[in-house]
């Protein structure tokens, strides 16, 4: 089949012809996706007490002055997010243009455990987000709000603790239901908060808990890194058309961010 080709086509040849040949011994091949800063990475953050994975894909360079980190669940009743996150890493992988010097981090879900329960806590009945260190306290035992035994207790809490200390994110956005929201708490993330409620179509406003809110993600990131810290709450019913829009807001506010 490769007689009257030249060398460098001859070599060709047998490349394809190899790789058709693992396709039909493997089935499809994945391949990691290309975007304008190159390859994308994924790394494993941490794996869960019944085996779920966390793990962070990034589009753009390791060393972006601007970084975005979307995280995509936290409750495992909470699913939307989800949706939003492959929405936009269909987007990046397809070859969209950042901002130069701009990379975004993605975290589909740091509680897959509560995710394949349908749970809005961990293996553990931990609710991640009363699991940090920031104004940490012990309550809700045996309840949906159960904060955990000790600050940062959890797998999850302590891997994405040190991966968000590792990677110092310009601004953290974690997707929740179902109040239809922008939380605009933190008074640095406010002019941020503003700005991607207006996108979303959604309004902006501070956002509290039944009684004061220990031990929260955004609480951690807005003391601890000094980084843009918000909550985004999605409705209950979610459209594609309002996961089109939110994947567009968050790239909106990556770029905003990035000027």
């Known amino acids: ?3 009257g080709l030249t060398p460098c086509a001859r070599v060709k040849c ?3 012809l190899a790789f058709a ?6 089935g499809p091949v994945s391949a990691t996706p290309e975007t304008s800063e190159g390859l994308a990475a994924t790394e494993v953050l941490a794996n869960t007490k019944q085996g779920g994975v966390i793990a962070a894909t990034r589009y753009g360079p390791a060393d972006a002055s601007t970084k975005v980190l979307v995280i995509g669940q936290m409750h495992g009743d909470e699913s939307a997010g989800r949706r939003v ?7 990046l992988a397809s070859g969209i243009q950042l901002p130069a010097d701009t990379a975004i981090w993605l975290v589909s879900t740091m509680n897959p455990d509560g995710a394949r329960a349908g749970t809005r806590v961990n ?3 931990v609710d991640l987000n009363r699991n940090f260190p920031q104004g940490w306290r012990q309550q809700g035992r045996a309840t949906e709000t159960w904060s955990g035994p000790s600050a940062g ?3 999850e809490t302590a891997a994405m603790s040190k991966f968000l200390d590792r990677v110092k994110p310009t601004a953290v956005l974690a997707f929740h239901q179902p109040f239809a929201v922008v939380d605009i708490t933190h008074p640095a993330s406010r002019r941020a908060g503003r700005v991607l409620a207006n996108w979303l179509e959604l309004p902006a406003r501070v956002v509290g808990c039944p009684g004061p809110c220990y031990g929260t993600l955004t609480g951690w990131v807005d003391d601890h890194l000094a980084a843009i810290a918000l909550t985004v709450e999605l409705p209950q019913r979610v459209s594609a058309a309002r996961i089109n829009r939110s994947a567009t807001a968050v790239l909106r506010l990556t770029r905003w961010l990035a000027r």
């Open 1 to 3: 089949m490769t007689e």
């Open 85 to 91: 996150v492959r929405a936009l890493a269909n987007r």
């Open 14 to 16: 047998i490349a394809v």
């Open 21 to 26: 040949a693992l396709i039909s011994i493997c």
């Open 123 to 125: 293996a553990a009945g």
């Open 153 to 155: 207790s959890e797998a």
